[in-house]
């Protein structure tokens, strides 16, 4: 090629960018004028035309391999070739793989070579293009296809860094030159960076759909509340997302540091033989005791046969090893297999971290669920004792009453007896029986009231939030969305926590059942330092169907209850504990649209004023 000619390839090259959008009209012009060219110029205008064309493909193309695919058939048509060739270096950078050919025997299977073996090997390894005008005279020469004659071939990279190689066969001698050659690598430089682009776009869309699909595993793992349910949609997942033969999670037991099997996706073939085990025995030992990722290539190689928790098949040959965590506590490891060698890319790993990490944190949030309805069950049966107890303190009240008078008429009956009369006992066993009866009711009456020890100062927005914390679950699957309005600053109540959270969580309860189908609980916190006395005023409103008229007037009454299997006691001790406090519930309105319930407490005032 003459030195006008290669500067212009050059400058052609440099301009032949993957985003071009159409074939400028100067080259449009001198293709289709070609055949009245002096011939100096047609090895510009076939430059030209072969750069354009492969640039053309980084928007045009399907992927990689369709562009591989065009660009070969192109050049084969461009030179003329018999046959050709264009093979990628494998993930160890060791092995020529054929990606796509044209020309060779229809039975022929893709052609591997190691690199520095071949025409094509001895390229990839030295960077360098390589033109052999007769094949029968090269030593370098692996014959894969008997009529090739000559060969050409320049490697696919930027400067030492080498992905891999174009091939050109044909059936006559010396049928390429040096001009050839020149053409060749050229194109070969602009093939890729046609193949980085769209090696990088594919990257970029598997990650945006990796990322699509964490975001959408990481919203289903937290609507898990059952382990079980959350292993078995961790290991389904993982295996999804990351394109594996098999998946499995081994759950972890800290006293006697054993592994189970706890869940799995895949082959049954690829399930490990042994279910339990020692973590000793097992291959997820080292990143349990590491608390690291480990990655071993190929598990089939002799040492890991003996491993409990490997199968024996060889469906399975790399394993990507992930510990599942939270907080510095392990809970177990996530296994990932692939059916052949692979090494694991560093986002693969950063991928099964991230599911690992969902994983870990969706469990803690089963366990704080787990004490969230044992919470709920503790409050529950402290609610049922309470009830007795003040139905009890309601029996004993009204008790009392007669009690008194039968103690004031028999102290004034002034009957007396003498001493050896049987009478006198008598008259003196029922005086002790009367003193017995009144210190009884005397002791239930004040068992039932809130002891006032127990009694502190409580920011009233806390005590709301945590009762909300409680009740979040089941208001969820009630499908009832809960607001709560909380004032700038705190204002503090002098009060038994756990009995204002006992009326919150009676009140709430209330409301669900007037909304069967879902809706909406608002809670509106405001204080009134210039009342007197100073109040806090907490408004609950529901939009569920209002409470009966005719029952409206005697909602606090005891025994009273607006629906079936109700005990009627609700609103009953609820006001009660209100009253206790100082404060009231009362109804502010209701009907069709909701009702509003309002709470009033006194302010208490903060320690040191």
Same mark, same amino acid.
């Given at each position: 090629?003459?030195?006008?000619?290669?500067?212009?390839?050059?400058?052609?090259?440099?301009?032949?960018?993957?985003?071009?959008?159409?074939?400028?009209?100067?080259?449009?012009?001198?293709?289709?004028?070609?055949?009245?060219?002096?011939?100096?110029?047609?090895?510009?205008?076939?430059?030209?035309?072969?750069?354009?064309?492969?640039?053309?493909?980084?928007?045009?193309?399907?992927?990689?391999?369709?562009?591989?695919?065009?660009?070969?058939?192109?050049?084969?048509?461009?030179?003329?070739?018999?046959?050709?060739?264009?093979?990628?270096?494998?993930?160890?950078?060791?092995?020529?793989?054929?990606?796509?050919?044209?020309?060779?025997?229809?039975?022929?299977?893709?052609?591997?070579?190691?690199?520095?073996?071949?025409?094509?090997?001895?390229?990839?390894?030295?960077?360098?293009?390589?033109?052999?005008?007769?094949?029968?005279?090269?030593?370098?020469?692996?014959?894969?296809?008997?009529?090739?004659?000559?060969?050409?071939?320049?490697?696919?990279?930027?400067?030492?860094?080498?992905?891999?190689?174009?091939?050109?066969?044909?059936?006559?001698?010396?049928?390429?030159? $040096? &001009?050839?050659? =020149?053409? /060749?690598?050229? @194109? #070969?430089?602009?093939?890729?960076?046609? *193949?980085? %682009? +769209?090696?990088? !776009?594919?990257?970029?869309?598997?990650?945006?759909?990796?990322?699509?699909?964490?975001?959408?595993?990481?919203?289903?793992?937290?609507?898990?509340?059952?382990?079980?349910?959350?292993?078995?949609?961790?290991?389904?997942?993982?295996?999804?997302?990351?394109?594996?033969?098999?998946?499995?999670?081994?759950?972890?037991?800290?006293?006697?540091?054993?592994?189970?099997?706890?869940?799995?996706?895949?082959?049954?073939?690829?399930?490990?033989?042994?279910?339990? $085990? &020692?973590?000793? =025995?097992? /291959?997820?030992? @080292? #990143?349990?005791?590491?608390?690291?990722? *480990?990655? %071993? +290539?190929?598990? !089939?190689?002799?040492?890991?046969?003996?491993?409990?928790?490997?199968?024996?098949?060889?469906?399975?040959?790399?394993?990507?090893?992930?510990?599942?965590?939270?907080?510095?506590?392990?809970?177990?490891?996530?296994?990932?297999?692939?059916?052949?060698?692979?090494?694991?890319?560093?986002?693969?790993?950063?991928?099964?971290?991230?599911?690992?990490?969902?994983?870990?944190?969706?469990?803690?949030?089963?366990?704080?669920?787990?004490?969230?309805?044992?919470?709920?069950?503790?409050?529950?049966?402290?609610?049922?004792?309470?009830?007795?107890?003040?139905?009890?303190?309601?029996?004993?009240?009204?008790?009392?009453?007669?009690?008194?008078?039968?103690?004031?008429?028999?102290?004034?009956?002034?009957?007396?007896?003498?001493?050896?009369?049987?009478?006198?006992?008598?008259?003196?066993?029922?005086?002790?029986?009367?003193?017995?009866?009144?210190?009884?009711?005397?002791?239930?009456?004040?068992?039932?009231?809130?002891?006032?020890?127990?009694?502190?100062?409580?920011?009233?927005?806390?005590?709301?939030?945590?009762?909300?914390?409680?009740?979040?679950?089941?208001?969820?699957?009630?499908?009832?969305?809960?607001?709560?309005?909380?004032?700038?600053?705190?204002?503090?109540?002098?009060?038994?926590?756990?009995?204002?959270?006992?009326?919150?969580?009676?009140?709430?309860?209330?409301?669900?059942?007037?909304?069967?189908?879902?809706?909406?609980?608002?809670?509106?916190?405001?204080?009134?330092?210039?009342?007197?006395?100073?109040?806090?005023?907490?408004?609950?409103?529901?939009?569920?169907?209002?409470?009966?008229?005719?029952?409206?007037?005697?909602?606090?009454?005891?025994?009273?209850?607006?629906?079936?299997?109700?005990?009627?006691?609700?609103?009953?001790?609820?006001?009660?504990?209100?009253?206790?406090?100082?404060?009231?519930?009362?109804?502010?309105?209701?009907?069709?649209?909701?009702?509003?319930?309002?709470?009033?407490?006194?302010?208490?005032?903060?320690?040191?004023?």
């Amino acid at each position: 090629m003459t030195s006008a000619a290669a500067q212009t390839a050059a400058r052609v090259s440099r301009l032949a960018l993957p985003f071009t959008p159409a074939l400028p009209s100067f080259i449009t012009s001198r293709v289709s004028a070609s055949a009245d060219l002096p011939s100096d110029h047609a090895p510009h205008v076939r430059t030209a035309t072969t750069l354009y064309r492969l640039a053309r493909l980084a928007t045009s193309a399907d992927g990689a391999t369709a562009a591989l695919s065009v660009a070969l058939r192109e050049l084969v048509a461009t030179f003329g070739a018999d046959a050709g060739s264009i093979a990628l270096l494998d993930a160890n950078g060791s092995v020529l793989r054929t990606d796509v050919q044209i020309g060779q025997p229809a039975h022929s299977a893709p052609f591997e070579l190691k690199s520095g073996h071949g025409v094509t090997g001895w390229c990839v390894a030295n960077a360098k293009p390589l033109l052999v005008p007769e094949v029968a005279s090269e030593p370098r020469y692996i014959s894969a296809r008997p009529a090739t004659q000559c060969e050409m071939a320049a490697p696919l990279g930027e400067g030492d860094e080498v992905i891999g190689a174009i091939d050109l066969e044909s059936d006559r001698p010396r049928a390429f030159n $040096a &001009d050839d050659l =020149a053409l /060749l690598t050229l @194109a #070969a430089a602009e093939l890729t960076r046609v *193949i980085r %682009h +769209l090696w990088r !776009q594919h990257a970029f869309e598997q990650k945006a759909r990796q990322l699509e699909s964490l975001i959408t595993i990481g919203r289903s793992l937290v609507t898990k509340l059952e382990p079980q349910e959350l292993f078995d949609t961790v290991v389904g997942d993982a295996r999804q997302i990351l394109q594996a033969r098999a998946c499995m999670f081994q759950r972890h037991d800290a006293a006697t540091d054993r592994l189970r099997l706890t869940a799995f996706a895949g082959d049954p073939g690829a399930a490990p033989s042994q279910t339990e $085990a &020692d973590a000793s =025995a097992c /291959l997820a030992a @080292a #990143a349990l005791r590491t608390q690291k990722q *480990i990655e %071993h +290539l190929d598990v !089939q190689t002799p040492g890991f046969d003996t491993l409990a928790d490997l199968p024996t098949t060889p469906l399975v040959r790399s394993v990507l090893l992930t510990p599942v965590a939270y907080e510095g506590e392990i809970f177990g490891v996530l296994s990932i297999f692939t059916d052949r060698v692979h090494r694991f890319t560093n986002d693969e790993k950063r991928l099964a971290a991230a599911l690992a990490s969902l994983a870990a944190v969706a469990l803690q949030n089963t366990r704080l669920y787990a004490r969230v309805f044992q919470s709920e069950a503790t409050l529950r049966k402290n609610e049922q004792l309470t009830t007795l107890g003040l139905l009890a303190a309601e029996i004993a009240h009204e008790i009392r009453n007669p009690l008194t008078v039968l103690k004031l008429l028999y102290g004034q009956l002034g009957i007396e007896f003498p001493s050896d009369d049987p009478r006198h006992t008598d008259l003196r066993v029922i005086g002790e029986k009367l003193d017995q009866l009144e210190a009884i009711v005397s002791r239930v009456l004040n068992f039932a009231k809130a002891p006032a020890r127990l009694h502190s100062l409580w920011p009233l927005a806390d005590i709301v939030t945590d009762t909300l914390v409680l009740v979040r679950l089941k208001l969820a699957q009630a499908k009832i969305q809960i607001r709560f309005e909380a004032p700038p600053g705190p204002l503090l109540v002098d009060a038994h926590k756990g009995q204002l959270q006992q009326v919150l969580l009676n009140l709430i309860l209330n409301a669900t059942h007037a909304m069967p189908a879902g809706g909406e609980i608002a809670l509106r916190l405001t204080g009134d330092p210039a009342a007197q006395p100073p109040l806090a005023t907490l408004d609950l409103r529901d939009t569920g169907s209002g409470i009966p008229a005719e029952i409206r007037d005697r909602i606090f009454d005891s025994f009273l209850s607006g629906r079936s299997g109700g005990t009627g006691l609700g609103l009953a001790i609820a006001r009660r504990i209100m009253l206790d406090h100082h404060g009231d519930v009362t109804l502010l309105e209701t009907g069709p649209a909701g009702t509003t319930l309002r709470l009033t407490l006194p302010l208490a005032k903060p320690a040191g004023d």
